[in-house]
């Protein structure tokens, strides 16, 4: 337990000048009143810290056992830098007390790296630990908000940027970018009735062609659509019930069928890419392999089934979009589901949660903190829509960046084939035209 000390000094040469007495009987209680209004003052602006710093230290200690440990302290929470600090040096004295002394790399006996982030409720606290080669664990605490408790929200690590690539006024599906310098010079759009090439020059955008989608049965009241680019010819498009195919030389044709084959939810970038996956400290990303997910053809959310299967599951309940987190052996797949719920699903169990999300999720691959991010829209029934990113430590997600307003209603979210960035589709909400941005993350504020 920490404690403040205060001192009341008073000059001494006042104490001599006043009969001490009746001066004594009148200034003792004003000066106790005064102490504990400072007290109260003091105490009500900061934090206790040691109940989970000790919890914490505990847990580590019951997988190390007492000795010499390597230990690292992140911040990646909203708590200020001071917060940061008290925390830090807590969670030192609390591991002294268990008997696991802080010593440099080369001394230590086992490695200790913990994480300070948060969910909307709750501060959340992972500690990963290793010992030796193969050895390796993890343990959380979670320290709920305190309305009492001042918490400095003066940072985020992460930032969410968006760049405006295309705007019109019929509704935008999807868009793709086919070939970029600094900003994308040629990109491809699609609708509900056709996909148009546009190329940017000097500053404005010129079609190249425009090419029909021959559909024979009307579409769902909500359709969605995807843009996939290819390696052996320009692109695929993924409707309800309709795929269609590019030509790879121009002029481009387009070659429409119906079928319900998959729809893909790995961006090709990422699928089955080793060199994809970046290292978060030692721990090695497992490959994720391609995967297709049906779409209900008269709806506008996909039915469940997937192919191939994630672990002994081949089907989760119905849902609108996905994302994954690669872990060291397996990927946490979590789907938006139509019930408002969000699935989490490693292989080995189908765990529905709500995270107060929308509809519309997607995974990134960055250069940033863990290295993975989840971008979520917000829920509820709004006007202007925000999206933000998050990272998940566990099964909870922890907010990485600031909410970015998005000026209007989502109605597509999805994974750019690199996988480091998303084009998402919003109905502005002044003007009533539908804009595709690009949002991309910054490793800071």
Not at 124 to 146: D, F, K, M
Not at 219 to 229: A, K, S, Y
Request: hydrophobic residues 45%.
């Amino acid at each position: 337990m920490r404690k403040a000390v205060y001192n009341s000094a008073i000059p001494e040469n006042i104490l001599k000048s006043v009969n001490g007495s009746h001066l004594a009987r009148i200034a003792r209680p004003a000066h106790f009143i005064l102490l504990a209004l400072l007290a109260a003052a003091v105490s009500a602006g900061a934090a206790d810290w040691s109940g989970p710093e000790q919890q914490m230290a505990r847990k580590i200690v019951a997988i190390t056992g007492p000795g010499a440990v390597a230990l690292t302290v992140e911040n990646r929470s909203s708590l200020g830098r001071r917060n940061g600090e008290i925390v830090q040096n807590g969670l030192r004295n609390a591991l002294e007390q268990v008997g696991i002394h802080v010593v440099s790399v080369d001394r230590a006996t086992a490695a200790v790296a913990i994480t300070l982030s948060e969910n909307p409720t709750s501060y959340v606290w992972v500690a990963q630990i290793r010992q030796g080669e193969t050895e390796s664990g993890a343990v959380l605490v979670s320290v709920p908000r305190s309305g009492n408790s001042a918490v400095a929200h003066d940072s985020m690590p992460m930032s969410l940027h968006k760049t405006l690539v295309w705007s019109q006024d019929n509704p935008i599906l999807d868009v793709v970018v086919l070939e970029e310098n600094a900003a994308p010079t040629r990109i491809a759009v699609v609708d509900a009735e056709k996909v148009s090439i546009e190329r940017s020059q000097g500053g404005k955008w010129q079609e190249e062609q425009a090419l029909a989608i021959m559909h024979s049965k009307p579409w769902p009241r909500d359709l969605r659509g995807r843009l996939i680019p290819a390696r052996d010819h320009l692109f695929d498009i993924f409707l309800p019930g309709m795929t269609c195919r590019s030509s790879s030389t121009v002029p481009l044709t387009l070659n429409c069928r119906e079928t319900d084959d998959p729809w893909p939810l790995v961006p090709a970038g990422i699928a089955g890419n080793s060199s994809a996956f970046p290292n978060a400290g030692d721990t090695k990303y497992a490959v994720v392999s391609a995967m297709g997910a049906f779409f209900a053809p008269a709806r506008n959310f996909f039915t469940g089934a997937f192919t191939p299967a994630v672990g002994k599951f081949t089907n989760v309940a119905k849902f609108y979009s996905s994302a994954f987190v690669p872990r060291e052996r397996y990927a946490l797949w979590l789907f938006a589901a139509t019930d408002g719920q969000v699935h989490l699903l490693d292989g080995m169990n189908d765990q529905p949660a709500r995270f107060d999300w929308g509809n519309s999720i997607a995974s990134l691959k960055t250069t940033c903190g863990a290295g993975w991010q989840v971008l979520a829209t917000s829920s509820g029934e709004r006007t202007s829509d925000f999206v933000r990113a998050y990272e998940f430590p566990d099964r909870d997600p922890i907010a990485v960046s600031a909410p970015i307003d998005l000026g209007g209603a989502v109605s597509a979210l999805w994974t750019e084939a690199r996988g480091d960035s998303a084009v998402v589709v919003v109905k502005d909400q002044d003007t009533g035209s539908y804009e595709a941005y690009r949002l991309a993350m910054a490793c800071g504020q």
